[in-house]
Nanobody, 116 residues
Framework: QVQLVESGGGLVQSGGSLRLSCAAS????????MGWYHQAPGKQRELVAA??????RYSDSVKGRFTISRDNAKKTVYLQMNSLKPEDTAVYYC???????????WGQGTQVTVSS
């Protein structure tokens, strides 16, 4: 059974920090591209950051503020979010993608709320 379990969301003031975690099970974690997406009310879900063996990439809105990392031994991907802004408020989702097989899996989402 494949599971992606997210944690670390919550309420934080503008300028504060949070670290999101996503623990995977049931997959060969090291061969998967891992990503974080967010979705605000009434908006499309969009990519925030992704990481593979080849490196990482970020949306323009979070460059310089967020850092994605992974620990293959723990089968966990992280999103360190610093200098948070109210516009970062959204549900954040973890995604695992096996590009070669086209398999993909989503976490349940975790709410991040940034107050002004």
């Amino acid at each position: 059974q494949v599971q992606l379990v997210e944690s670390g969301g919550g309420l934080v003031q503008s300028g504060g920090s949070l670290r999101l975690s996503c623990a995977a099970s049931g997959i060969n974690f090291s061969i998967y591209v891992m990503g974080w997406y967010h979705q605000a009310p009434g908006k499309q879900r969009e990519l925030v950051a992704a990481i593979s063996s080849g490196g990482s990439r970020y949306s323009d809105s979070v460059k310089g503020r967020f850092t994605i990392s992974r620990d293959n031994a723990k089968k966990t991907v992280y999103l360190q979010m610093n200098s948070l802004k109210p516009e970062d408020t959204a549900v954040y989702y973890c995604k695992a993608s096996n590009i070669w097989s086209s398999n993909e899996y989503w976490g349940q989402g975790t709410q991040v709320t940034v107050s002004s």
